[in-house]
C-alpha cells in the first residue's frame, strides 16, 4: 500500500489504517504523546488527518484545523527524517502551492533537522508541550514530594476500598463507559472547553473500535458502578506509557490518584516514562500537572517555511 515516488495520496485515518501505519511509529527519539498511533487516531476527525505511505519508509501527514493547512513530522526511522522531511517541502510548494508549515513538531526532530534559520522559522509552542514523570513514583506516590497525592489516595482507600474493584476494559465494557460520559459531561455543564466535545466524540470512536485498535483501557467500578476509566497506549521505543484519556468522578476525593496509579501498575508495570499530554494552556490543567512533579517535557515547536521553493 505504499504511495509512489511520483506522488503521495492522502486519504483519510480509520482504524482499519492501524495495521497500515503501526509499524512506522516509535522507530526514532520521540517523547510526545503524538509519537503513538492512537493519538492519531483520537483527534483525526476534529484535524481532518489524512495520511500518505512515502516509499516504504514513512508516513507523511496532511491536516486542517480552523481552515489551516499544515503537515506533521514524519513518521519514519531516525536516518530517514531528514528525506522525509523535504519531500513533504516539496510537496507543499509544488502540489498544493503554499509554503511548507508543521504544528506540533518534536524537539528530538526539530534538533535532528538541523534546519536553516534563514530558511525556516522553529517556534517554540509552550503551551502544548506535554508532561512526563517517573513511572515508578507515579505507580507508588512515594516521597515527600507527592505525599499530598499518596494522602488523598489513602483517603480514597480509607472510605471507599471495600466497595471498590480496579478492571481492565474491554469492548462488552463500551456501555459503562458510555454512561458515566454522559453523567462526567453533564456535571461540566454548558461553561466547558471547546476540546471536550471533540475529545469526547474521539473516546466514543475508540470504544466503537477497540478490539481492532488494541488499546489499553482500565476502570474503576464503586458499587459496581463505573466511576472513573482511563485509556492509554505505550512507546518501547522509549519505554514510555501515554495516557490519552484520565476520567473520574469529581466528587470521590481521591479517586483520580487511585485510577491513575492502579492504570499503571496493572497496565504499563514496565514503563519508565510517563507522558500525561500537554495542559492546553489552561492555567487549572497546569496546576494539577505541575502538582504530580514532573521529571521534564516534551516541547513541541512550529516548523513554517519562509519562502516557498527555498528549502
Not at 146 to 157: D, P, Q, S, V
Not at 206 to 224: A, F, P, R, T
Request: proline share 3%; glycine share 6%.
Amino acid at each position: 500500500m505504499n504511495d509512489s515516488k511520483e506522488g503521495l495520496h492522502f486519504r483519510p485515518v480509520k482504524a482499519e489504517s492501524m495495521e497500515i501505519l503501526e509499524p512506522y511509529f516509535c522507530l526514532r527519539p520521540n517523547k510526545t504523546c503524538d509519537s503513538v498511533f492512537l493519538e492519531s487516531f483520537l483527534w483525526r476527525k476534529y484535524s481532518s488527518l489524512r495520511f500518505a505511505v512515502s516509499k516504504g519508509r514513512a508516513v507523511q501527514w496532511i491536516m486542517n484545523v480552523n481552515g489551516e493547512e499544515t503537515g506533521a513530522m514524519p513518521a519514519c526511522r531516525q536516518e530517514d527524517l531528514k528525506d522525509c522531511f523535504f519531500e513533504m517541502v516539496y510537496f507543499f510548494n509544488e502540489i498544493l502551492k503554499k509554503p511548507y508549515k508543521i504544528n506540533l513538531a518534536d524537539e528530538e526532530a526539530v534538533r535532528l533537522l538541523k534546519l536553516d534559520p534563514e530558511k525556516y522559522e522553529v517556534k517554540e509552542q509552550e503551551d502544548m508541550k506535554d508532561y512526563l514523570y517517573d513511572g515508578e513514583a507515579m505507580r507508588t506516590l512515594a516521597g515527600k514530594k507527592l505525599h499530598k497525592k499518596k494522602n488523598n489516595l489513602n483517603a480514597f482507600l480509607k472510605e471507599y476500598e471495600d466497595r471498590t474493584e480496579y478492571r481492565r476494559l474491554c469492548c462488552s465494557d463500551r456501555y459503562d463507559v458510555w454512561d458515566f460520559l454522559d453523567r462526567w459531561r453533564e456535571g461540566k455543564g454548558e461553561d466547558v472547553e471547546e476540546h471536550l466535545d471533540h475529545e469526547i466524540e474521539g473516546i466514543h470512536q475508540i470504544l466503537n473500535n477497540c478490539s481492532i485498535l488494541g488499546v489499553s483501557m482500565g476502570g474503576v467500578y464503586i458499587d459496581g458502578k463505573l466511576e472513573a476509566f482511563s485509556i492509554g497506549s505505550y512507546n518501547p521505543y522509549e519505554k514510555m506509557a501515554v495516557i490519552h484519556i484520565e476520567k473520574a468522578n469529581p466528587q470521590m476525593r481521591g479517586l483520580y490518584q487511585f485510577i491513575n496509579q492502579q492504570f499503571l501498575i496493572h497496565e504499563f508495570p514496565q514503563a519508565i516514562l510517563v507522558n500525561r499530554e500537554d495542559d492546553l494552556g489552561l492555567e487549572g490543567l497546569r496546576r494539577a500537572k505541575m502538582s504530580y512533579c514532573p521529571v521534564g517535557f516534551a516541547r513541541k515547536y512550529t516548523v513554517r517555511q519562509k519562502e516557498m521553493g527555498v528549502v
